[in-house]
């Protein structure tokens, strides 16, 4: 099954990049062909891209408001998964994406200024939703969350977040130096060290990740 996921938020720095990258790489190691399209400004994605040597993981660079849908289609084409590594805030290369994908993915973390520019983003969504004529399924995924720690502003604003109705994913992302490793070495984290904990949950939430858009499919 093919898919196409944006990774969107209307705030800046909360783990898009890592997200798209480390998962995408992860998904390619489990016999998933992914293609990333990389089109935040940075072209942090695309670096990570020349230095990793992983089979079936591919960065397409320089993806911008004007090529975004030709070339969303083409690696739709040849790949399982198109993961859009998508600059934060409002754009028109934001919405043209949002319009072509199966899943957006609306990382934040748990904090009340996070998660009003997750709700932002969602409203980014239902606009659209209303563009396309079709509800854009979308989930929201906490990251850079403290394992085994959840403090006392984290726990209310996720209850509230939860209380809004947008889905969330039940795995988060974790906190780990080794997602910023991941960019200096070029290498997925289980090809860093295949017992790292972060590895593992990045592969919970790759396969979170490819349920819900097997789910979203049928
Ligand atoms: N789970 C994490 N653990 C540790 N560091 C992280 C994690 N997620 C992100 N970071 C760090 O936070 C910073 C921002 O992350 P990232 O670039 O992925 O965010 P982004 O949403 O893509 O930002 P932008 O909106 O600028 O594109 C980076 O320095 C990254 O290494
Ligand atoms: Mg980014």
């Known amino acids: 099954m093919a898919g196409i996921i944006s990774m969107a938020s209307a705030k800046g720095g909360c783990s898009k990049t890592t997200l798209s990258v480390g998962l995408g790489a992860e998904l390619a190691l489990m016999g998933v062909k992914v293609t990333v ?26 993806v911008t408001e004007t090529n975004v849908l030709g070339e969303i289609r083409k690696a739709n084409e040849t790949s399982d998964l198109v993961i ?68 006392r502003p984290a ?33 997925a984290l289980s090809q860093i060290n295949v017992k790292d904990p972060g590895a593992a949950n990045l592969k919970t939430i790759a396969e979170e990740l490819m349920s819900r858009l097997e789910a979203l499919a049928t």
């Open 37 to 62: 399209l990389d089109a935040d400004l940075n072209q942090h994605a695309t670096k990570f891209g020349e230095k990793a040597a992983i089979t079936g993981f591919t960065v397409v660079g320089e």
């Open 84 to 151: 859009v590594d998508l600059p934060g805030g409002s754009s028109m290369l934001a919405l043209k994406a949002m319009q072509r994908s199966h899943l957006v993915v609306i990382p934040s973390q748990q904090s009340l200024l996070d998660a009003r520019d997750a709700i932002k983003t969602v409203d980014q969504i239902e606009d659209a939703s209303e563009a396309c004529g079709r509800v854009i399924p979308r989930a929201i995924l906490w990251s850079r969350v403290m394992q085994g720690f959840e403090s």
């Open 155 to 187: 726990k209310k604003v996720r209850a509230t977040v939860e209380g809004s109705g947008t889905p969330i994913f039940r795995a988060a992302l974790l906190n780990r130096v080794s997602l910023q490793e991941m960019f200096l070495v070029g290498k």
